[in-house]
């Protein structure tokens, strides 16, 4: 099979963002990512190992609650036989609560990435992210920034 096809990288791409959605367990999001070489690139922090995106993802997971992630578009800029590189915009939705407020923020936007992918066994796909960026957020007008 090979993993690089459009069809199957868009399923890869939307799988990511749905364990992120339901806050699949941290096992279960390593498995999308690339053990070696990994570099993930977010507004507050850079990340370049499992230990550093398992923080990460804790403190994701104890800040943002109903998180939704709508895939807008995954353009495939370039490939090689064992490679991508994608870009992606991802519409992102989420709240979050900041005690002693009494009401919790809601934010809206579309982020802007890019992604470099590589062929792997670790999960179904047959595919890993081994460098994502993310460049921009577009945010929806009335609603928090970050």
């Known amino acids: 099979m090979n993993a690089l096809t459009a069809p199957n990288i868009e399923k890869f ?3 990511w963002f749905y364990a992120l959605d339901i806050h699949a367990a941290v096992g279960e999001c390593q498995t999308y990512l690339a053990s070696t070489g990994l570099e993930m690139t977010f507004p507050e922090k850079t990340l370049h190992s499992y230990a550093d995106f398992n923080e990460w993802l804790s403190v994701i ?3 943002f ?7 807008q ?10 490679t991508a590189n994608l870009e992606v915009v991802v519409g992102w939705q989420a709240s979050w609560f900041t005690p002693p407020s009494a009401k919790s923020k809601r934010t809206s936007m579309d982020a802007y990435q890019r992604w470099v992918i590589e062929t792997s066994d670790q ?3 047959g595919l890993v992210i ?4 993310v460049d921009r957020f577009a945010y929806a007008p009335g ?4």
């Not at 609603?143 to 970050?146: D, I």
């Open 65 to 71: 609650f109903d998180e939704n992630h709508n895939i």
């Open 73 to 82: 578009s995954v353009v495939i800029q370039s490939t090689t036989n064992t």
């Open 13 to 15: 791409v939307a799988a």
């Open 143 to 146: 609603f928090s920034q970050l």
């Open 130 to 133: 081994i460098k994502y960026y």
């Open 123 to 125: 999960n179904p796909y």
């Open 61 to 63: 997971y104890q800040t």
